[in-house]
């Protein structure tokens, strides 16, 4: 698990060592500088959410039963687990509830606002991708899933996909 960045902060000449941090500027001696309390405080987030990343798509794929919520593939090569609302976001925690087990192509169509899914947990598709014509990706595997309930959720309650950040996420959708 790669960390960046780190931090050489201190040389052990005696030991031919160096002292590495991977937390960013919390090991240095604090300066009351403005700027380096910003850079410490992005540091110490950054760290928190690459280290957490992993963490969050394991638990996001167990709850989902390795399953896309939208189409329930299940092989997870091709399965992701998505933000509903994203990470840099205030309100975009790693917490399954924030979670959706999407496969790659229902990721990057939620993503793009092509897919919406509504704090009901039902999907809609944008109003130009259903007047369009195309090939059985298209008319199988994204218009037809317009209006239908999320075929995946979570078994435990409090660990389906949260109706505030589903709504904050959809009306960006309806605002293209
Ligand atoms: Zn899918």
């Known amino acids: 698990m790669p960390i960046f960045p780190v931090f050489l902060i201190g040389e052990e000449a005696e030991q031919q060592q160096f002292v590495v941090a991977t937390d960013g500027l919390q090991h240095l001696r604090p300066t009351d500088s403005p700027i380096e309390e910003v850079l410490r405080r992005y540091l110490r987030t950054e760290s ?26 299940k092989h997870p090569v091709l ?12 309100l975009g925690v790693a917490a399954i509830r924030n979670g959706l087990a999407l496969c790659k192509i229902h990721h990057a169509a939620y993503d793009a606002g092509i ?62």
């Open 79 to 90: 399965l992701d687990a998505a933000h509903i609302v994203e990470d840099r976001h205030e």
């Open 115 to 176: 897919l919406g899914v509504t704090p009901d947990s039902e999907v809609r598709i944008r109003e130009d991708i259903l007047a369009e014509v195309d090939g059985p990706l298209l008319e199988h595997g994204i218009k037809a899933l317009h209006g239908l309930k999320l075929r995946v959720v979570p078994r435990v309650r409090n660990e389906r996909p949260d109706r505030d950040l589903l709504d904050l996420h959809y009306q960006r959708f309806i605002a293209g």
């Open 48 to 73: 928190i959410r690459r280290v957490h990343q992993p963490v969050f798509r394991s638990m996001v794929m167990r709850a989902y039963e390795n399953q896309c919520a939208v189409c329930s593939l």
